[in-house]
């Protein structure tokens, strides 16, 4: 089966650094996705790994191992537009373009 | 560029009833997948079209189903509603030509089934 894991809630202070983990089971693997959901609106897309190791855009860093089917997605310096939900996401193969398994979301509260 | 756009945002049916929500892709875009996103479940895949077919299809019954048109608008429409149904129904568009293929979330169609 497909499964992909992640924490329910979160919860970092503004200024802080927080980690929110995610691991996957699929059948393949093209891709691991971060999206960012705000309440009441779209996702919109933070980051994208395929191959093992971090990438880093400004505050926000994804770091994926495709041997542990494991992903992580780094916010630094957080600030209070940061609260919202955090999906993870699998795409299994490349004629899969637009098929993503997604994880739960992580719901992140930045307190002051 | 605009981005995807979905109609309507909201609307209400009954059981029963039958219901067509609509998405316009980004422009150039031939990719378009729609998803369902319940509080329980998170966010499910659908079916994804690209260039008027059916190329991927998710674990849902027969009553939803969808097409896609010549200029890559897509509709899907569910019948025979369900109380289940109700939720937030979001299209999202791809160039899945480009490196990361990400995909484009539309605003979504909340349905509610009463």
């Known amino acids: 089966g497909q499964n992909i894991d992640q924490p329910t809630e979160m919860t970092a202070t503004e200024g802080a650094i927080v980690q929110i983990n995610c691991t996957y089971q699929?059948?393949?693997?093209?891709?691991l996705f971060w999206y960012q959901q705000h309440a009441g609106e779209a996702p919109t897309f933070l980051s994208y790994?395929?191959?093992?190791g971090l990438e880093e855009k400004g505050r926000f860093s994804s770091f994926l191992s495709r041997s542990k089917g494991y992903s992580y997605l780094l916010l630094k310096e957080l600030q209070m537009k940061d609260s919202a939900s955090y999906l993870c996401a699998v795409r299994g193969s490349y004629n899969q373009g637009g098929k993503l398994i997604f994880g739960q979301g992580t719901e992140l509260s930045v307190k002051p | 560029k605009a981005g995807v756009t979905q109609t309507p945002r909201y609307l209400i049916k009954t059981r029963g009833q039958q219901v067509t929500l609509s998405c316009s892709p980004i422009s150039g875009h031939r990719s378009v997948s729609w998803y369902q996103q319940t509080p329980g479940q998170g966010l499910q895949f659908l079916f994804e079209?690209?260039?008027?077919?059916?190329?991927n299809k998710g674990n849902f019954p027969g009553r939803f189903s969808g097409r896609q048109f010549s200029n890559s608008r897509s509709e899907m429409n569910v019948s025979t509603l369900e109380l289940g149904d109700s939720a937030l129904y979001l299209c999202a568009s791809g160039d899945l030509g480009v490196s990361t293929g990400e995909l484009f979330f539309g605003e979504g169609s909340r349905l509610t089934v009463l």
């Open positions: 079209y690209f260039s008027e077919t059916q190329r």
């Open positions: 699929t059948s393949g693997f093209n891709g």
């Open positions: 790994n395929v191959l093992d």
